[in-house]
């Protein structure tokens, strides 16, 4: 199956009620195990990868690699670049074939936020594809990115910065952080207000650390994407950990890379069933 254009992923969200994961990935077994998580679910998501972690591989590395495995995909998914943190990377990926963007200019001021994501949005409708941006700070470690703000989405901000920018998706800071080394605590006072004020989808990045019936109440919030990365990397990176303290001349990277395939792909299967409660 093809990549699915982002537009057609909400689409097919809304129609079937619902919350769309988004798995990062950084290599190919991550990748194959994700795409293999939603063709045993049935259930369709975004694959993500970050701008930082292009710093690895080159956009048409990575959007080659998800259409190779997706082959023999039966399930919708999109390729979604995650905090784009530069126009030349947005660019980069519309032509390497990525099928949604985020562009996170979160962290400038309010104007200048503005500014960034209406450029992008610009660029990419052009093309079809739609655009996420955030408002609002999330504190924690993102892949090489550290931030120690907790700046909460200003809701009397919501309906400007959606307006001018014309994005198509919403990440809003409501207590979500990124990484396991802290604790979310989602104000859901403050996501009730912020749904009642957009007019487009919310979303929610963080999700590794959130309890999953915290995920399902966000979801009765206009939430139709939540980003997925830290548990995934943990199942592959202890796959090979373990197996280095049983055997500390272990060298069989083949095989650990099959298990480590087998380990991510469980995980995925849980977050997928759990999310929407299936």
């Avoid at 199956?1 to 909400?10: F, S």
């Avoid at 591989?57 to 919708?76: G, L, N, Y």
């Avoid at 957009?198 to 019936?213: A, R, W």
């Avoid at 095989?255 to 069933?273: F, G, H, Q």
């Amino acid at each position: 199956m093809q990549l699915v254009n982002g537009y057609k992923l909400m689409d097919y969200a809304k129609e079937k009620g619902l919350v769309l994961p988004a798995f990062n990935t950084t290599n190919y077994e991550l990748t194959a195990a994700i795409i293999k998580g939603y063709q045993s679910t049935g259930l369709g998501g975004y694959i993500a990868i970050s701008s930082s972690n292009l710093k690895l591989s080159s956009p048409k590395i990575i959007a080659d690699m998800v259409k190779s495995v997706m082959q023999d995909c039966s399930t919708p998914i999109a390729l979604h670049l995650d905090h784009g943190k530069s126009f030349e990377d947005v660019k980069a990926c519309i032509e390497a074939g990525f099928t949604s963007i985020m562009v996170d200019a979160s962290h400038l001021p309010f104007e200048e936020n503005i500014e960034e994501v209406k450029r992008t949005v610009e660029y990419c409708h052009f093309y079809g594809i739609p655009v996420e941006a955030e408002l609002g700070a999330i504190s924690g470690k993102e892949d090489d990115h550290v931030s120690e703000g907790d700046d909460k989405t200003n809701p009397e901000d919501i309906q400007e910065f959606v307006e001018r920018t014309n994005c198509d998706l919403l990440a809003v800071a409501i207590g979500n952080v990124h990484g396991m080394d802290l604790t979310p605590n989602l104000d859901f006072p403050l996501l009730e207000e912020i749904a009642k004020l957009s007019s487009v989808p919310l979303v929610l990045h963080g999700g590794s650390g959130i309890p999953f019936d915290q995920v399902r109440r966000a979801k009765e919030q206009n939430l139709i994407k939540v980003n997925y990365g830290s548990d995934l990397r943990q199942a592959f990176i202890r796959t090979f950990g373990q197996a280095y303290e049983q055997n500390h001349n272990e060298f069989d990277i083949m095989s650990l890379s099959k298990d480590a395939i087998i380990n991510v792909e469980e995980r995925v299967k849980a977050i997928i069933a759990e999310v929407n409660g299936k």
